[in-house]
Every structure is written in structure tokens, then in C-alpha cells.
């Protein structure tokens, strides 16, 4: 398993925050391969913007079938550039703004090789290794200065819980790229 990287945050965040109420997803499709999710589609309301303020990070899984602080889980996230799109992807959730729950972004696309090229368009990535949230066991990483707000009722599906010391080395990293320390 890979270590988590440090990285340096090269833009500082907005520092305001958009509470909003979660949206109602509408009825989900089951994939007929799980390994590779299809897409669900947006709620109906609306995504009300990626947070921007001061996130309390914590971990607190619970195999409780409800997505936790700590757990990686599959749900739809919108693209940065365009809210009204986006796709289903892993996400380490790692904590709440009122109903909504606030997460990080898993990739498999080793970001060491465009570092940077990812540098200069602000964006951070740290490596967490593998889990069961990738059914190839690909090493993955969590992008670190984007925190974005899932509805619980969008979440598909759970992928695994981050090991404790991992995901600790990843809250403290998140907290200093976003100025949260």
C-alpha cells in the first residue's frame, strides 16, 4: 500500500459557506456489473455548489448501511466546471453540513505522473493505497481541495471503510490545503 503523499496547496479556498437542505433523488438503477457503477442521475433540486467553509472532520464508520464519516461510497458527484453534470464515483466521506454529507473524491489515475499540471490548476491529490472500494484493488487517490456535498439518498452504494491511520493522515492534510488548521 502506498503512503499518503503531503502536498502543497497552491490556491486558498473561499472561506463562505452555502448551507442548503439535500435534494430527493430520484429512483436509482441497479447495475448489472458492479465492479464498473453506472451512473445515477442528479437529484432534481439541484447541487448547491461544492463547500467552502470550515469542515469539523471525524471518523465514524458504522456497517449501518447509511453512509458515515470514514467510509468510501459510491454516488453521483457533479463535474467542477458544469453542477448539472457529473458522474458516479468514490467518495470518502468525512463529515456533514446539516443533512448533507461532505466528501472527497477517489481516483485510480496516479496523479505523480501530471503533478504539475494538476499543481497548476489548484488541484491536490494525496495517495490513501487500496480497499474494497475499488473491486480491482487499484491504488487510489483523494483529491484534497475539493469538498463536495452528496445527498445520503444519492449515495448508490458503500465501498469500505478507510483504515483509521489513513484516513487521519488524509483529514490532516485536508485540513491544511484548505486553511483549516
Not at 111 to 121: G, I, K, L, T
Not at 124 to 139: L, S
Not at 153 to 171: H, Q, Y
Amino acid at each position: 500500500m502506498r503512503s499518503p503523499s503531503k502536498r502543497t496547496p497552491t490556491s486558498p479556498r473561499p472561506s463562505s459557506s452555502r448551507p442548503s437542505e439535500p435534494r430527493r433523488s430520484e429512483p436509482r438503477r441497479s447495475s448489472s456489473r458492479p465492479s464498473a457503477p453506472a451512473p445515477s442521475a442528479p437529484t432534481s433540486d439541484g447541487y448547491p455548489g461544492d463547500f467552502t467553509g470550515r469542515a469539523t472532520i471525524e471518523y465514524r464508520p458504522d456497517p449501518d448501511g447509511q453512509a458515515d464519516p470514514g467510509e468510501v461510497v459510491w454516488g453521483w458527484v457533479p463535474f467542477e466546471e458544469d453542477h448539472a453534470q457529473g458522474k458516479d464515483r468514490p467518495v470518502l466521506v468525512i463529515g456533514r453540513d446539516g443533512n448533507w454529507l461532505l466528501g472527497l473524491m477517489l481516483t485510480s489515475k496516479d496523479h505523480d505522473r501530471d503533478a504539475a499540471q494538476e499543481a497548476r490548476a489548484g488541484r491536490q491529490w494525496a495517495d490513501v493505497g487500496t480497499g474494497p472500494w475499488d473491486p480491482k484493488r487499484r491504488p487510489s487517490e483523494v483529491r484534497l481541495d475539493r469538498v463536495v456535498r452528496l445527498d445520503p439518498a444519492a449515495v448508490r452504494r458503500e465501498g469500505g471503510t478507510m483504515p483509521k491511520g489513513t484516513f487521519d493522515d488524509v483529514a490532516e492534510q485536508v485540513r491544511a490545503v484548505n486553511g483549516w488548521a
